[in-house]
């Protein structure tokens, strides 16, 4: 089924212009880019089941297949800690390691570093971007870019060549969470995008989970808000695990590492 369109995408689809649409198309071949509509046996069914799934997803590496996967959403704060990264590497890798695809945005901080760790610990990661998939942004990232192409994807709603935009990150959160069975948040203040996701993940009927932090510590004070609000806090990978037991055939062995034993290390 199609669901409901907002009224810009029905003026979208009543363009006759294709001159617009065509140009986008030479520059995905150009590129090697991949334009997976919403009908496509390839678009994931989990974001095809959001209230406003994006008509068309650009897509460069090699999408993973969610199919009867575990698929987390690992976000946070730019602005993190050593415990905030230490937490998101050891969660990342962690669950990347029994199977889950690792889904974030590729930011400095927290996203980044659960993109790094997923592809350390040889599992697949997914970027989602808030510009187009040929740009890099942030710059600092060219080379994680590169790397989740090679163990994932990077993808977006937004055509070739679209610069980042502050307001295209709230709505590119809706993918984040879409893509996922639940969203990790590893640290965040009280006023963050990542709660932006963490909202968002509930409206789609997600499970929200989050990393607790010490009660004097400005980053962790929007985790420990959800917390308190009802997410579900978790110290271990297996803790997000079990929620998913009954469903999927998962390695549920515990996952105490330090994070500095699964390779841990402050770049992205």
């Given amino acids: 089924d199609i669901p409901r369109?907002?009224?810009?995408?029905?003026?979208?689809?009543?363009?006759?212009?294709?001159?617009?649409?065509?140009?986008?198309?030479?520059?995905?071949?150009?590129?090697?880019?991949?334009?997976?509509?919403?009908?496509?046996?390839?678009?994931?069914?989990?974001?095809?089941?959001?209230?406003?799934?994006?008509?068309?997803?650009?897509?460069?590496?090699?999408?993973?297949?969610?199919?009867?996967?575990?698929?987390?959403?690992?976000?946070?704060?730019?602005?993190c800690t050593r415990y905030g990264k230490q937490a998101a590497w050891h969660f990342a890798g962690?669950?990347?390691?029994?199977?889950?695809?690792?889904?974030?945005?590729?930011?400095?901080g927290i996203d980044g570093t659960a993109n790094?760790?997923?592809?350390e610990a040889g599992g697949e990661t997914v970027a989602v971007l808030g510009c187009g998939v040929d740009v890099c942004y942030p710059w600092q990232h060219k080379q994680l870019m590169d790397d989740i192409m090679q163990h994932g994807a990077v993808i977006s709603e937004y055509p070739p060549g679209t610069e980042p935009k502050g307001t295209h990150f709230p709505v590119r959160n809706r993918i984040i969470s879409g893509l996922s069975l639940g969203v990790l948040v590893v640290e965040a203040p009280e006023k963050s995008g990542a709660l932006?996701?963490?909202?968002?993940?509930?409206?789609?009927?997600?499970?929200?989970?989050?990393?607790p932090g010490p009660i004097n510590?400005?980053?962790?004070?929007?985790?420990?808000?959800?917390?308190?609000?009802?997410?579900?806090?978790?110290?271990?990978a297996s803790d997000i695990l079990?929620?998913?037991?009954?469903?999927?055939?998962?390695?549920?062995k515990e996952a105490r590492e330090e994070p500095e034993t699964l390779g841990y290390q402050a770049r992205t």
Avoid: W
């Fill in 5 to 79: 369109l907002n009224k810009v995408k029905m003026d979208s689809l009543m363009e006759k212009d294709l001159t617009v649409a065509q140009h986008i198309e030479e520059t995905c071949q150009k590129q090697d880019i991949q334009i997976v509509t919403l009908e496509d046996e390839r678009y994931p069914q989990l974001l095809r089941e959001i209230p406003d799934p994006p008509l068309v997803l650009y897509v460069r590496g090699t999408l993973p297949d969610f199919t009867d996967r575990v698929s987390v959403s690992i976000v946070g704060t730019r602005k």
């Fill in 94 to 108: 962690n669950l990347a390691q029994r199977g889950v695809i690792i889904v974030s945005g590729m930011a400095i």
């Fill in 116 to 119: 790094r760790a997923a592809i």
């Fill in 196 to 211: 932006i996701t963490a909202n968002t993940a509930l409206e789609q009927g997600r499970d929200v989970f989050a990393v």
């Fill in 217 to 236: 510590a400005d980053t962790s004070r929007g985790c420990n808000q959800l917390i308190r609000d009802g997410a579900g806090l978790v110290t271990d």
């Fill in 242 to 252: 079990r929620e998913y037991e009954g469903r999927f055939t998962l390695d549920l």
